[in-house]
DNA sequence: GTATAGCCTAGAGTGCGCTCTAAAGCAAGT
DNA sequence: ACTTGCTTTAGAGCGCACTCTAGGCTATAC
């Protein structure tokens, strides 16, 4: 296994959990579940080989989950990927769509938290 | 049934879920959870009887999960506020614990957004 | 009285996103 | 050869927050 630098290769499911954070169950998950195709297979053993351009994409996934979006939306994302140049606009729509739901979604937590600040502040008034 | 102007009181469940936006099974299900306390009953029929107070904890509750406070810390600090004035440190710091999670999520969102609008912004370049 | 509509309870079901288990195969060390 | 520790799969289980169902009671209109 090579690991010393320079581009990661070959890496097994638990160095690849390592890198990017996620559980190896989770990492089989995700490719279950549509979210990562194309993860090639040791030819001796195998075992599934993760490269850089599978971190970059595990990569991109935990922003896509990290704010919020669901599973299949992430699978149609993964779809369109797969099916060449000729989905870029769908993908940009897709994305920027999120994009508009997460900023409505900010606003609106920081509405609601405006009122924990307050009764917060209530609070202090009593000490 | 009241319900003309001025302070509602002795609305049922359904009145109740029209004026707080939750459905009348999330309503018993709060009650349930111990999110709730103090459901008094019309003493004729038996039937839940809600009032003003009930609808600005409810508001306030929908502050709570908005931010995402789970159940089980509602049900924290519900039970806090039953049991009187000399847990009001314990509440503020409560709600203080959860203000400053809630802001660390928001910064985490905010930067994973970034990533998402920078792919955004490369696809706009291939149109 | 009867129909309809709303309320009650206990408990089952749902959807999501993991997370774990069992049984088996492979790899390296002694 | 045996042990240890990794990998594989299919499928079960879990925690959360609802959401709904079944069976029964109550209230009002006709």
């Known amino acids: 296994m090579v690991m010393q630098q320079g581009v990661p290769e070959n890496l097994t499911i638990q160095q690849m959990a390592q890198v990017?954070?996620?559980?190896?169950?989770?990492?089989?998950?995700?490719e279950r579940a549509g979210l990562l195709d194309l993860v090639d297979r040791n030819q001796q053993n195998g075992y599934r080989s993760y490269n850089e351009r599978h971190i970059n994409w595990i990569h991109f996934i935990k922003?896509?989950?990290?704010?919020?979006?669901?599973?299949r939306d992430i699978r149609r994302y993964t779809e369109l990927l797969q099916q060449g140049e000729n989905t870029?606009?769908?993908?940009?729509?897709?994305?920027?769509?999120?994009r508009q739901r997460v900023e409505q979604q900010l606003r609106e937590v920081k509405e609601h938290l405006e009122a924990v600040t307050r009764k917060i502040g209530y609070y202090e008034t009593l000490d």
């Open 63 to 71: 922003c896509l989950r990290a704010t919020g979006m669901p599973i």
């Open 20 to 30: 990017t954070g996620l559980s190896a169950h989770t990492l089989r998950y995700y």
């Open 88 to 98: 870029v606009r769908d993908r940009l729509n897709l994305l920027k769509a999120h």
